[in-house]
């Protein structure tokens, strides 16, 4: 059974940063694409960044320069590290494995204050 989990989020000021982590157990983590995701409020269910086996990312217009994905497959750890943030970032953060496709964690709610 495939679980990913994860944590990071919170409330934090325009212009600050956070981490996001997402651990995976129950899959082969080396082998999948890893994605971030993110639900804004009234929004739909967005694609943030990804990294595939080959540690190739690819991030939305919206937060290149700003966010960064990588990876540990020391640790099947996946994580978004998010510079600059603004109101427009706020919004519950899911990370999920392209190879599973049931694969949802609980998501970690970002807040940015102005």
């Known amino acids: 059974q495939v679980q990913l989990v994860e944590s990071g989020g919170g409330l934090v000021q325009v212009g600050g940063s956070l981490r996001l982590s997402c651990t995976a157990s129950g899959m082969i983590f080396t082998a999948n694409t890893m994605v971030w995701y993110r639900q804004s409020p009234g929004k739909q269910r967005e694609l943030v960044a990804s990294i595939n086996k080959l540690l190739n990312t690819h991030y939305d217009n919206s937060v290149k320069g700003r966010f960064t994905i990588s990876r540990d497959n020391t640790k099947n750890t996946v994580y978004l590290q998010m510079n600059s943030l603004n109101p427009e970032d706020t919004g519950v953060y899911f990370c999920?494995?392209?190879?599973?496709?049931?694969?949802w964690g609980q998501g970690t709610q970002v807040t940015v204050s102005s």
């Open positions: 999920h494995a392209l190879g599973y496709p049931a694969s």
